[in-house]
């Protein structure tokens, strides 16, 4: 769950689908994987629910709580612009 744009990989770019999907933009999601709360709508809640499990699994147990870790992928970061604009 959380593959909204389908290229097998749960990251920074399905949150930036989602975000668009749920906005109203001409950006189709797979569904199956959009629900990321499931209580069967895919909605801005969505959005906030796989942005929080994306954080969760950047997060390792040697980090501090709440710390990202510095490791991450820098292919899927990308300045807010880069993702939603």
Do not use: W, Y
């Amino acid at each position: 769950m959380g593959d909204a744009n389908g290229d097998g990989e749960v990251n920074n770019k399905d949150v930036a689908t989602l975000f668009r999907h749920v906005s109203g933009s001409n950006i189709k999601c797979l569904e199956e994987n959009c629900d990321i709360n499931g209580d069967g709508d895919i909605n801005n809640k969505d959005v906030v629910a796989l942005f929080r499990k994306l954080s969760e699994m950047q997060t390792t147990e040697t980090d501090e709580p709440g710390m990202i870790n510095d490791e991450t992928d820098s292919e899927d970061s990308g300045s807010f612009n880069d993702m939603f604009g």
